[in-house]
């Protein structure tokens, strides 16, 4: 069984940075393809970033492209999503996930999830 646990988000004014973590157990982390997903209020929840398990790719939502950046430690079995110049609209809770998946900004490809975190940006 995968176990993933987010953390590292907070509350932080606009232009901030914050960075999360997803520290993944249970299998071999290496093999699996990393995403990050959010979910705020109302809406439904969103693709934000991605990396293949080789960490040769990475993908973006068109709305974090140059201010996110997602990376990985195999090592230590941990996914990052450093964050810059964060706005108000990128307030929601934000989940990390893992799988093999074909398409990486697609949800419901994903089988294992973190409980999500918190990010909160003050106007």
């Known amino acids: 069984q995968v176990q993933l646990v987010e953390s590292g988000g907070g509350l932080v004014q606009a232009g901030g940075s914050l960075r999360l973590s997803c520290a993944a157990s249970g299998r071999t982390f290496s093999t699996v393809d990393m995403g990050w997903f959010r979910q705020a209020p109302g809406k439904e929840r969103e693709f934000v970033a991605a990396i293949r398990y080789r960490s040769t790719s990475t993908f973006y939502a068109d709305f974090v492209k140059g201010r996110f950046t997602v990376s990985r430690d195999n090592i230590k079995n941990t996914v990052y999503l450093r964050m810059n110049s964060l706005k108000p609209e990128d307030t929601a809770v934000y989940y990390c996930?893992?799988?093999?998946?074909?398409?990486?900004?697609?949800?419901?490809?994903?089988?294992?999830w973190g409980q999500g975190t918190q990010v909160t940006v003050s106007s």
């Open positions: 996930a893992v799988d093999r998946v074909t398409r990486v900004y697609n949800a419901r490809e994903y089988a294992y």
